[in-house]
């Protein structure tokens, strides 16, 4: 058996469901084994996932719809839903599978995403042309998912590899699923029509799922617009889509990997147990003496830096001590779930070794490098006060990474389960709240936001940035949920003229992986995906997990014992 049932491509509308109805899931299944048995396998410098920038490779005009449309859909870094519920997200787009000229009709996979359970899923997206034109038949989309799929399956290890590397994120080495994404006028224009044809091609495909144990699922796009890019605009979609499955076929189960927290009181436990087991190794005396069921261990007051975690070095430990002044601690700085005891630690500590050329190496989970391109020539500053922004209490920045023309403001979360929400939607008294949570005139004022009544200028840049007008009413205002992590975006971009520049910076957010808020579909994820998917300027959000960030640490004389101390104290070993 041959896999050149896979390229066929003659689908006649006019008997399309006569030729659906002679696919033998028998005969296209072991064509699938097939060509997984011959399928190309790329050299290891042609990789197939990273090095998309969000923006595309053409200017002037273009007739490449589908192409824009797919790089903005990965652009929203969303959170999907498939029928069963199942989580996904798209991380890059347009990857090849060619390892030569030769491999006819292989391709490129529209769309590549991972699963909440890690298991790889690719997208075949079918838009009505720039021209009006329907594009290709539904079963070409279905034979083009299942030969992408055949070339993945068959090089699992390898795409799982370069997803580690690229994004920080694991992939389980299992069949991936296929997804035929349709806007909704190249569905109808197919098949509204023609009913028996639409019932055949869910039948078959329901065959090929079950004969190959993969899951195919047909999708619909709502009918939207695509504004086109070029190689310094980014495509973008006028409307933030919702996938429909009016022709689903049922997913079969899949388990997620073992260690996969999602109940919070589990992140909770686990911290405890770990916080303890090291509390064990202090003395009475270095503990505030306040134990009780639930709460963390708090270092003495008279002994905060108890609560750093420190090399063997002197020299070393006294100059991450200095990093952050007494004046300048938090309230909270000698619990152990402080964030900000952890973040003096950590990036103290590749500042003090002179290595702050390694956080390059750190890939965020968009697939850039998490903290931009430091060298030994970056400068690292902690608790920053922003003095752009024309704010009464100064946004401080965790971390701040500087060159010459480059900023990254970074935001560090360990337990934290949310990011902080606007103070003005909060009554703090039994007074009512100074903003009902909505983007409008209220209470007597003359700007919509309360915080532009008093001259915060964050409303005079956002426009710039995200897909927010401040010149209409928004119900509910977007910032209400972003706030912190506007602030922080705005923090990187804006200088002290005034001026902002999307290029000159990005934020960069930092989290415990294990932290359930911060996994897909979790509060905190949502968050961060609200604003990434109302951001103009891909990259200029960025996140990445403290798991990533410690494991370059491993093949560094002086940091090697970074990752041994997190573990210990917190429980946070490297990542794989």
């Not at 415990?512 to 579909?521: E, F, H, Q, S, T």
């Given at each position: ?490 923090a990187a971009v804006v200088d002290t003229g005034g001026c902002v520049d999307p290029s000159k910076g990005h934020a960069v957010f930092v989290y415990d992986g294990r932290n ?60 794989p």
């Amino acid at each position: 058996m041959t896999f050149d049932l896979l390229f066929n491509r003659r689908w006649p509308k006019s008997s399309l469901a006569n030729d659906l109805a002679e696919i033998d899931a028998t005969s296209y299944s072991q064509a699938y084994q097939s060509l997984k048995k011959r399928a190309p396998t790329r050299p290891h410098g042609r990789p197939y996932l990273g090095g998309r920038t969000g923006y595309p490779t053409t200017e002037g005009k273009t007739n490449r719809r589908e192409e824009h449309f797919a790089i903005a859909m990965v652009n929203l870094q969303n959170c999907w839903l498939l029928p069963d519920g199942t989580r996904f997200e798209l991380l890059d787009y347009q990857v090849p599978l060619k390892a030569a000229r030769s491999d006819r009709e292989i391709g490129k996979i529209d769309m590549f995403g991972v699963t909440e359970h890690g298991r790889a899923l690719l997208v075949e997206l079918k838009v009505i042309g720039h021209s009006g034109g329907p594009s290709d038949p539904p079963p070409v989309a279905l034979l083009e998912g299942l030969r992408y799929a055949s070339v993945v399956e068959a090089n699992l290890e390898r795409l799982a590899e370069e997803l580690r590397g690229n994004f920080g994120r694991d992939m389980i080495l299992e069949r991936p699923d296929i997804v035929i994404l349709g806007e909704a006028d190249w569905w109808s224009r197919w098949l509204f029509a023609d009913e028996g044809a639409k019932s055949v091609l869910e039948e078959k495909a329901k065959e090929l799922s079950q004969a190959l144990g993969v899951s195919i699922v047909f999708a619909t796009l709502p009918n939207t617009q695509v504004e086109y890019g070029n190689r310094s605009k980014a495509p973008r979609l006028a409307d933030l889509p919702r996938l429909e499955y009016p022709h689903s076929l049922p997913r079969s189960a899949v388990k997620a990997p073992n260690g996969l927290e999602t109940d919070p009181r589990q992140h909770e436990a686990l911290l405890q147990t770990t916080w303890w087991s090291y509390a064990k190794t202090l003395t009475e005396d270095d503990l505030d003496g306040h134990e009780r069921s639930g709460r963390p261990p708090v270092v003495s007051p008279q002994k905060p830096s108890l609560n750093l975690m420190l090399p063997c070095d002197k020299r070393m430990a006294l100059e991450i001590e200095a990093e952050i002044q007494k004046t300048s601690r938090h309230k909270h700085f000698g619990s152990f779930r402080s964030s900000q005891a952890i973040a003096q630690s950590v990036f103290g500590a590749f500042k003090a070794a002179g290595r702050l050329d390694l956080l390059s190496r750190i890939p965020a989970e968009c697939g850039r490098p998490a903290f931009g391109g430091t060298s030994l020539e970056t400068k690292l500053s902690m608790e920053v006060h922003v003095q752009t922004l024309n704010e009464p209490r100064p946004t401080q920045l965790d971390v701040c990474l500087e060159t010459d023309d480059y900023r990254v403001a970074v935001e560090c979360k360990f337990c934290e389960p949310v990011f902080s929400k606007c103070s003005r939607v909060v009554s703090k008294t039994s007074e009512p709240p100074i903003c009902d949570g909505t983007y409008t005139l209220q209470q007597g004022r003359n700007a919509r936001c309360a915080l532009s009544e008093i001259g915060v200028s964050y409303w005079g840049f956002i426009p710039e940035l995200f897909d927010w007008s401040a010149t209409q009413d928004l119900s509910p205002c977007p910032l209400m949920p972003t706030y912190q992590i506007v602030r922080n975006v705005l923090a990187a971009v804006v200088d002290t003229g005034g001026c902002v520049d999307p290029s000159k910076g990005h934020a960069v957010f930092v989290y415990d992986g294990r932290n359930p808020a911060y996994k897909l579909g979790g509060v905190a994820d949502f968050q961060l995906r609200q604003a990434t998917s109302a951001c103009r300027f891909p990259g200029l959000i960025r996140r990445v997990t403290w798991q990533e960030i410690i494991r370059v640490c491993q093949n560094s004389a002086d940091l090697i014992w970074l990752p041994k101390e997190m573990n210990k104290k917190h429980g946070i070993f490297p990542s794989p």
